[in-house]
Nanobody
């Protein structure tokens, strides 16, 4: 099975920035729909952003719109999530996964029963 791997997390002060990367060993992410999710302690996993495979359309949760930007780096076979103006409520473990996108509803989800979640990367926003 294809394993998605996340990296780039860390500790940052409120208002700071981080850049997360998602890659898949032995699998080309070009033109593949990929989503970012996060899970804070005691909360359910939630969608943060995703990028479509067909035309690289991008979608964002309302809570991160205008602050986060998802993009592809074809040379590095990665999907990156640039996170700016970080807030303490952005603190979570961030994961990436293949997704199905419903652009009309601005929602996306991993395949039903998807169990191949990676280790994730911890993002902590704190002063």
């Amino acid at each position: 099975q294809v394993q998605f791997v996340e990296s780039g997390g860390g500790l940052v002060q409120p208002g700071g920035s981080l850049r997360l990367s998602c890659t898949a060993s032995g699998f080309t992410l070009d033109h593949y729909p990929v989503g970012w999710f996060r899970q804070a302690p005691g909360k359910e996993r939630e969608g943060v952003s995703c990028i479509s495979g067909s035309d690289s359309s991008t979608f964002y949760a309302d809570s991160v719109k205008g602050r986060f930007r998802i993009s592809r780096d074809y040379a590095k076979n990665t999907v990156t999530l640039q996170m700016n103006s970080l807030k303490p409520e952005d603190t979570a473990v961030y994961y990436c996964a293949p997704v199905t996108i419903d652009g009309r509803l601005n929602t996306w989800y991993a395949p039903p029963g998807y169990a191949n979640w990676g280790q994730g990367t911890q993002v902590t926003v704190s002063s």
